[in-house]
């Protein structure tokens, strides 16, 4: 490849298509017959989390990244109208690879998006030719104890006094935290992300939604050996590019990848939870020489 070509970047499009009647929106760069990565960001964020990302890589990939239903610019469809399981978004998530010419695709995922991508993997591990994970867990200590008390206990036992941490952690104060947390410098962060995510976390009907969703996030940790699993008969290419200072998804999942494929590449990285915000060129470097060596041309999305 000349550098002239490897220097190009292709503008982002804002586009949207239509998955069992709600409106999916999504970022798309890159050429359209280049191999395919398919990005899934994690709570309480959306699309606009990989807004860095996406230009450093659409030189070389077609590049794809959905709003999850009840996210970002996507249907947010009330709890009495839409089942908010992961199960559901990952059936979701696979149509709208259909819907948007996908065959098959290097996957990116991040925090939520991992037990979406994972489950998609799990379904069609044929259309999965690698795998990203920014801090996106599949094992049990990957799990951060004090973050994660809360959580459990909310999933143990659902009522209004287990579920007043879990509205803390979608206020401003908590989302905040998720971004600024374990970053050496936060005078390098831009306030705009977690503003943006707090604005979209406190619209009506987000309460039922996310809290939907925290109490399903049992079955994911339910399915983390059906995941590894996977990992160990596909031999899946597996680069985890982590915040090492993440107290939410910890540096020992990350590690825990090699237990169950050995050949995997872990960097852990010196920021958080949100680790583009501070190290976007490094990840985006990180994922074109693994993808280059593990994806190859030979791999094209329909067009």
């Known amino acids: 490849m000349s550098s002239a070509h490897r220097n190009r970047t292709h503008r982002t499009h804002y586009r949207s298509t239509t998955v069992r009647g709600h409106e999916i929106a999504y970022r798309e760069a890159g050429p359209a017959d280049a191999p395919a990565l398919l990005l899934l960001h994690g709570f309480p964020t959306s699309s606009h989390m990989f807004r860095d990302l996406i230009p450093l890589l659409s030189h070389r990939y077609r590049v794809i990244a959905p709003d999850h239903i009840g996210f970002g610019r996507s249907a947010a469809p009330v709890a009495d109208e839409f089942t908010y399981t992961f199960a559901e978004l990952a059936e979701v998530t696979a149509e709208f690879a259909d819907a948007v010419g996908l065959d098959r695709f290097a996957l990116y995922v991040q925090d939520y998006g991992a037990p979406i991508g994972l489950r998609l993997a799990l379904a069609h591990p044929e259309r999965i030719t690698a795998i990203v994970t920014q801090n996106g867990n599949a094992y049990e200590e990957g799990l951060g ?85 996977y990992f160990r008969t596909s031999r899946v290419p597996l680069l985890a590019a982590w915040g090492a200072h993440d107290e939410i998804f910890v540096p020992h999942g990350a590690l825990a990848f090699l237990r169950d494929l050995p050949e995997a590449e872990v960097h852990l990285l010196p920021t958080g939870h949100f680790a583009l915000e501070t190290h976007a060129t490094q990840i985006a470097g990180l994922i074109d020489d693994f993808l280059a060596r593990h994806q190859g041309p030979r791999v094209r999305s329909r067009s």
């Open 145 to 229: 104890a004090e973050a994660w008390a809360p959580v459990l206990a909310y999933i143990a036992d659902p009522n209004e006094k287990t579920a007043a941490p879990i509205r803390e952690i979608r206020s401003l104060e908590g989302i905040t935290w998720q971004y600024t947390h374990g970053v050496p410098d936060p005078s390098l962060l831009n306030p705009d992300a977690w503003h943006h995510d707090a604005a979209l976390m406190a619209r009506e009907g987000q309460d039922a939604i996310q809290l939907a969703l925290i109490g399903d996030y049992g079955a994911n940790i339910g399915l983390y050996p059906a995941f590894q699993e």
